[in-house]
Nanobody
Framework: EVQLGESGGGLVQPGGSLRLSCAAS????????MSWFRRAPGKGLEWVSG????????TYVDSVKGRFTISRDNAKNTLYLQMDSLKPEDTAVYYC?????????????????WGQGTQVTVSS
């Protein structure tokens, strides 16, 4: 069973930093592309960042480029998001995500897995 567990959220002042972690289990972590998403109050789900299996490729939404850094430790089955220079508009619940191609019934399809999320609040 795929399990993702985020941690590290909290209340921080503008300009501050937080490091989010996502502990993964139930699948071979090192073989999968991993992503961070967020949902701000009253808004839809937004993709934030993604990282390739060997960490050679990382991508970010424009609004966090230069401030957030995604990384992973395949030996620890853990995904990270270092968030610096935080802004009030970064306030959201942050989720880690893995998409797996799996058998669903009599066919195969992409299935998204999510953790429970961790709240990040940026406020003075």
């Amino acid at each position: 069973e795929v399990q993702l567990g985020e941690s590290g959220g909290g209340l921080v002042q503008p300009g501050g930093s937080l490091r989010l972690s996502c502990a993964a289990s139930g699948f071979t972590f090192k073989y999968y592309y991993m992503s961070w998403f967020r949902r701000a109050p009253g808004k839809g789900l937004e993709w934030v960042s993604g990282i390739s299996t060997g960490s050679s490729s990382t991508t970010y939404v424009d609004s966090v480029k230069g401030r957030f850094t995604i990384s992973r430790d395949n030996a620890k089955n853990t995904l990270y998001l270092q968030m610096d220079s935080l802004k009030p508009e970064d306030t959201a619940v942050y989720y880690c995500n893995v998409e797996k191609f799996e058998q669903t019934g009599s066919s195969y399809d992409y299935v998204d897995y999510w953790g429970q999320g961790t709240q990040v609040t940026v406020s003075s």
